[in-house]
């Protein structure tokens, strides 16, 4: 019976196998699922570098326990030879190509190795990005045709030429395991294939009539109503009551420790939630004299968090919120109006990545005297900010909604 590999080169080389079937199978399917495969391109790439760092050990071990002589030679010996240093650099080039390939992409991606340990990019430059990206694809076909003629030759040896050749590869001889350990590479496969996301469903139609957070100049049907509603008011109301004056100049009120800003998207059928935990807000207001308000709240958009550290590591990029050169966004708002019982809405303009736009909040107040308690929440359109403008956001929803809470007392 032909000598064996050793026991560490046999674990190393059906684990390897199977984590190339895992990284095919998800790799197929990587390019068309946009946002929704954000979780898996990340798993993408650790199980790579685990890839790398594997082959790199079976090198290792191949110099320290040398591989048992061959046993045919020839051509078919030189083809055997020949497909077995392709697999190596496949294995070893695939893994460098596809961190080449982040690592030059416009849109920078942290990566960590399983979540946990971050994997720095490598100090390449940003033109290489299209030949690390061609590399990367075409080493996966190449790898894919090698692993074929290497299964075909294993058969060959083993049913055609019944010389022994693939119990070199198991740990004794047992059918089960002759069996068992290339059936790794097949449930490899079908995890990856298991694991990608299902269709993305489609959104409903948004409903048409969003008048309260539309823009001021778009908001048609809340000025026609009004409108109407003044020219049908008798004109006796005008001389019912003086209207009350204030008794003094609004107060100013300061936010208290604890408030938050947050924030909440629609991504392919989930919703992504985060937070701004640096944020201050200047406020002037009587609370029975809204039209005295004057608003301004500004936002560290380095703050941003998603609660995980692959997305908070793409939020300050250019994708998102730009804040290397936006590092604020502000909202700023003169005047509010009544729009309920302690409910008041304003209509400000948002600052965000330079960009200036009308925008409409609402808000409660709760409490009396100089404490308050303030909730309000307002629906941002994302794009005419140029956010979420990559091909990692094609999944998210056109509007992002803002929600904020906090204690104010009066000065």
Do not use: C
């Not at 061959?70 to 070893?92: I, N, P, R």
């Not at 340990?117 to 033109?127: C, G």
């Not at 309260?212 to 005008?238: G, K, L, R, T």
């Not at 009396?368 to 629906?379: C, D, F, L």
Request: net charge positive.
């Amino acid at each position: 019976m032909p000598q064996r590999y050793s026991l560490a080169a046999i674990i190393l080389h059906w684990a390897i196998a199977a984590l190339l079937a895992f990284q095919i199978a998800v790799g197929w399917a990587l390019g068309s699922l946009g946002a929704r495969g954000f979780a898996l391109f990340q798993l993408h790439k650790s199980i790579g570098i685990t890839v790398l760092l594997l082959t790199l050990l079976r090198i290792g071990v191949r110099w320290w326990k040398p591989r048992p002589a061959k046993l045919e030679g020839g051509w078919q010996g030189a083809l055997a030879s020949g497909v077995h240093v392709g697999l190596y650099a496949f294995m070893l080039g695939a893994p460098l190509t596809g961190w080449a390939l982040v690592s030059t992409a416009k849109i920078k991606v942290p990566t960590l190795f399983f979540g946990v340990i971050p994997l720095p990019h490598l100090p390449l430059p940003m033109a290489s990005h299209g030949l690390a990206e061609g590399g990367h694809s075409l080493l996966a076909w190449i790898g894919i045709a090698l692993v074929a003629l290497h299964v075909a030759g294993a058969l060959r040896h083993h049913v055609m030429m019944r010389d022994g050749l693939i119990w070199r590869m198991v740990p004794g001889r047992s059918t089960a395991l002759l069996i068992g350990l290339p059936a790794l590479i097949l449930v490899g496969f079908l995890l990856g294939r298991a694991i990608l996301p299902g269709a993305a469903p489609v959104a409903p139609d948004a409903p048409a009539a969003n008048a309260v957070e539309a823009p001021v100049e778009d908001n048609a049907v809340e000025a026609a109503s009004n409108a109407s509603d003044n020219a049908a008011a008798p004109v006796a109301n005008e001389t019912a009551a003086v209207t009350e004056e204030p008794a003094g100049p609004p107060p100013a009120w300061t936010v208290q420790p604890g408030g938050r800003i947050s924030f909440a998207v629609g991504n392919s059928g989930e919703t992504i939630s985060g937070s701004f935990s640096k944020w201050t807000a200047k406020i002037v207001m009587d609370p029975d004299h809204p039209e005295s308000a004057d608003i301004k709240v500004t936002i560290d958009m380095a703050s941003a968090s998603v609660g995980d550290a692959y997305k908070d590591g793409m939020l300050p990029g250019d994708e998102f919120f730009g804040s290397a050169a936006h590092p604020t966004a502000t909202f700023v708002a003169k005047g509010a109006e009544k729009s309920g019982a302690n409910a008041y809405r304003a209509h400000g303009t948002l600052t965000l990545k330079g960009v200036a736009k009308p925008q409409a909040i609402r808000f409660t107040l709760s409490g009396s005297g100089k404490s308050r308690k303030v909730s309000g929440s307002a629906s941002v359109a994302r794009l005419p900010f140029g956010v979420g403008n990559g091909d990692s956001s094609t999944g998210l929803d056109p509007k992002v909604t803002v929600t904020f809470s906090f204690d104010a007392k009066a000065q």
